[in-house]
């Protein structure tokens, strides 16, 4: 018995998040189907570093999963890659200490969320962007940014949806804004991250750089720990997991 570790990316369009459920097919639903077939009908439980909503991207998930096949490392990705839809791909495969666990032993994650600024909007970016016309205070929000990083209870950040039971106190390493011509990518690495969080907090900022909020209110916004006190949820298609770190 091998363990084994994946990065995968997937357009999340057409699926209904990334976790198993009844309603939807799903990314973990698609991995799991092509390791059945892989292993001649045996079911073979993936583990993600964490669940992505509908709609929602990712450039670097990270799964593992534990297999009887002795097939080289080497070989994992093209002969996984070669049973999944053309929306999930397998970009690198290792062989892994059997204690690792894909969730559980993550010490952060970047997430991006990707904007397209422009008046008219490119209907070849419309399923990756979120597309705004207004114009935007790129200082105003990198302002704001600084008022997010560090270790907060980020409650009125969080979707009165989730079925997360402990605190809400996370850290954000780094959040920015980086504008390159029509596309602005907002920026937020952290230890971790609760539901909506990422896309609620782009919904604020966009918020701040429409001049409908001030930066200097995020304190607040922060302090209320309450959902109400913040922005708008920004849609999904414009949001990457990006990155998994493990150490």
Known sequence: MERLRCIIQYDGTHYAGYQVQPNGNTVQAELE??????????????????????????????????TTLRIPASNWRRALSS???????????????????????????????????????????????????????LAAMREACAYLEGEHDFTSFCSPKTDIKGDKVRTIYQADVIQEEERITFVFRGSGFLYNMVRILTGTLLEVGRGERKASEIPGMIEARNRDAAGKTAPARGLFLWEVYYT
């Open 33 to 66: 189907k092509a390791l059945k077939k892989m292993h001649k009908g045996e079911g073979i439980r993936v583990v993600a570093s964490g669940r992505t909503d509908s709609g929602v991207h990712a450039k670097g998930q990270v799964i593992h999963f534990d």
């Open 83 to 137: 049973l999944l839809p053309d929306d999930i791909k397998v970009e690198d495969v290792e062989v892994v200490s059997p204690d690792f666990h894909a969730r559980y032993d993550t010490t952060g994650k970047e997430y991006r969320y990707f904007v397209w600024n422009a008046q008219e909007e490119d209907i070849f970016k419309r399923l990756y962007h979120h597309h705004v016309r207004d114009t935007l205070d």
